[in-house]
């Protein structure tokens, strides 16, 4: 097993069940969750890639399947903004502790609010990023909103 990280150790503060999936990350894919989806051979609808963005001036953490592209539209009006935008990748490395291509939504150094796209939610389980790169965690779906305490809304 994978030595923990600060996703991986949440998940079992929190009680969840989960598994660790490891896989060879490449730095220059062109899209990190694709080519996590591809590496462990998982449907991309159920690989969630987790994102950094700011709706107005609040910090946010988006869920979406990977094989989907974020409304910035739709996320600044879930989240009660006139704007959104996709956090640069140095800010969202300091204030979610994890380097990109190793962002999870568990464990941030910062609690954000997490919004989390409803398609997302349509299969029982799910793959997210645990915390480092080439590190994923499958969980059950119905555990993943409560934990993060999401907003489910359309954002693709």
Do not use: W
Request: net charge positive; aromatic share 4%.
């Amino acid at each position: 097993m994978a030595k923990g990280t600060p996703a991986t150790r949440a998940l079992e503060r929190a009680g969840i069940t989960f598994t660790l999936h490891e896989y060879d990350y490449d730095p220059d894919a062109a899209r990190i969750g694709l080519q996590a989806a591809e590496a462990l051979g998982v449907d991309p609808a159920r690989v969630l890639k987790t994102l950094m963005a700011r709706a107005g001036r609040e910090t946010v953490c988006v869920v979406v399947p990977s094989d989907r592209e974020v409304s910035l539209k739709r996320l600044a009006a879930a989240a009660g903004a006139k704007e959104a935008a996709m956090l640069p990748p140095a800010e969202a490395e300091r204030i979610t502790g994890y380097h990109v291509g190793g962002i999870s939504p568990f464990g941030q150094k910062k609690r954000v609010r997490v919004f989390i796209d409803r398609e997302a939610l349509t299969h029982p389980t799910v793959v997210l990023n645990g915390g480092r790169r080439g590190l994923q965690v499958e969980m059950r779906t119905a555990d993943l909103v409560g934990l993060l305490g999401a907003t489910v809304v359309a954002l693709t």
